[in-house]
């Protein structure tokens, strides 16, 4: 019954870690498109003139925003999956102090 229960405890945790690694994951990717997005339109607006370079900048900075709040999330996700894994460890000993 006990190597049931760590079992099922061991695959609980080993899906919560995959949900986060997964979010960090994709807003990573984000982050990396938004960026490129940036850069595409920042050289966009260095080869144009007038009113299309002020709408290429504006785009510019606009995925600059987007890429920074991609970023913020990917290490929010990162930092919750670490916080969760030492909270689950700590529950972990606490149960194997009261089984004994």
């Known amino acids: 019954m006990k190597k ?3 079992l099922l405890t061991a ?3 080993s899906a919560g870690a995959y949900a986060q690694v997964t979010t ?3 807003e990573g990717a984000k982050a990396t498109v938004e960026k490129t997005e940036q850069l595409g339109d920042k050289a966009k607006a260095a080869v144009t003139t007038g ?3 002020e709408e290429a900048n504006a785009k510019a900075d ?3 925003a987007k890429a920074h709040h991609h970023a913020v999330k990917m290490k929010e996700a990162a ?3 670490d916080d969760k894994a030492k909270e689950d460890q700590t ?3 606490k149960k194997s ?3 004994k």
């Open 79 to 81: 930092k919750s999956k």
């Open 51 to 53: 009113t299309t370079k």
């Open 91 to 93: 529950k972990e000993v």
């Open 97 to 99: 102090d009261t089984a």
């Open 4 to 6: 049931l229960t760590i």
């Open 24 to 26: 960090a994951v994709k």
């Open 62 to 64: 606009v995925h600059k």
């Open 11 to 13: 695959l609980a945790l």
